[in-house]
């Protein structure tokens, strides 16, 4: 069983929403990343995604469009980012997820990289521009290995498209609230209840709704009729706004453990 799948359990038998936090890994430096890490772990997340940055994103807004530049920028690889999630595992047993576009696996090369990720310890990968419809290769591999292939839906998902990702998708589904990009948003989209509650009726994995979640109010709003929330880009505009490391990892953690505890006030 997965740390994905034993965390997801644990959170049903004790009736709690899941939180997922997103970083981008690199930014501001990789050593950083590790601390950052530690904090949201300690803030009470029950999954870390970390981003791979990449110059060309498909979806990401431009709070985490400035985090993939500054990562760059500071030399990250997704080489070094699965030697980060080695030594993360020395001291955590927290999921982990990467996000990354196709390119950086495809020059990885798919096996290697599946190979070295499970090895170092990652336990999922969302590829949001590799649909199913062309992640034959990739999906067998991971498969193969264990690694959990997370696959998105979207407002504009057609029942049949939702049928086909609730039987390809590992771990859980991510549900995109919104169409556009990522972002910071005041309120949830209209029409997420309606659509999440049709996606449940046809899968048994969490559904989990992210884009746009960045308060309490929205977290605890979206956590009623979901499995729980993914957090983005609030979590990467407090790190660009925090030079001060030791000021950042409190910031942060404090900010994890007030949502955390929104979705617990839904109940």
């Given amino acids: 069983m997965s740390r994905i799948q034993k965390r997801f359990d644990w959170l049903k038998s004790n009736s709690e929403k899941a939180l997922v936090a997103f970083i981008t890994a690199g930014d501001?430096?990789?050593?950083?990343?590790?601390?950052?890490?530690?904090?949201?772990?300690?803030?009470?997340?029950?999954?870390?995604?970390?981003?791979?940055?990449?110059?060309?994103?498909?979806?990401?807004?431009?709070v985490i469009q400035a985090s993939s530049q500054r990562s760059l920028k500071s030399g990250t690889?997704?080489?070094?980012?699965?030697?980060?999630?080695?030594?993360?595992?020395?001291?955590s047993q927290l999921p982990l997820v990467l996000m990354t576009s196709f390119n950086p696996v495809f020059v990885y090369g798919q096996e290697a990289f599946v190979k070295d990720a499970v090895e170092?310890?990652?336990?999922?990968?969302?590829?949001p521009d590799l649909p199913p419809e062309e992640a034959g290769e990739f999906d067998a591999l991971a498969q193969a290995q264990g690694l959990d292939v997370i696959y998105l839906l979207a407002p504009t998902s057609t029942p049949d498209r939702i049928e086909m990702i609730s039987q390809k998708?590992?771990?859980?589904?991510?549900?995109?609230s919104l169409t556009g990009v990522t972002g910071v948003r005041r309120s949830l989209a209209q029409g997420v209840e309606e659509k999440v509650r049709r996606i449940k009726q046809a899968t048994a994995l969490p559904v989990l709704i992210g884009f746009g979640?960045?308060?309490?109010?929205?977290?605890?709003?979206?956590?009623?009729?979901?499995?729980?929330?993914?957090?983005?880009?609030?979590?990467?505009?407090?790190?660009?706004?925090?030079?001060?490391?030791?000021?950042?990892?409190?910031?942060?953690?404090?900010?994890?453990?007030?949502?955390?505890?929104?979705?617990?006030d839904s109940k």
Avoid at 79 to 85: D, E, F, G, M, R
Avoid at 169 to 176: D, E, L, N, T
Avoid at 254 to 264: E, G, T, W
């Fill in 169 to 176: 998708s590992r771990g859980f589904i991510y549900y995109i």
């Fill in 213 to 264: 979640i960045s308060g309490t109010e929205q977290a605890k709003a979206a956590s009623g009729f979901s499995d729980g929330v993914i957090v983005g880009s609030a979590l990467v505009r407090m790190i660009e706004e925090n030079p001060d490391p030791a000021e950042r990892e409190e910031k942060l953690k404090v900010f994890v453990r007030k949502m955390k505890q929104a979705l617990q």
């Fill in 120 to 127: 170092a310890g990652v336990d999922g990968v969302i590829v």
């Fill in 28 to 62: 501001p430096d990789l050593a950083s990343t590790k601390e950052l890490f530690s904090a949201i772990e300690e803030g009470g997340a029950d999954i870390i995604e970390l981003g791979v940055p990449f110059s060309d994103p498909l979806a990401d807004g431009p």
């Fill in 77 to 91: 690889t997704l080489k070094k980012i699965i030697q980060l999630v080695r030594e993360i595992r020395q001291s």
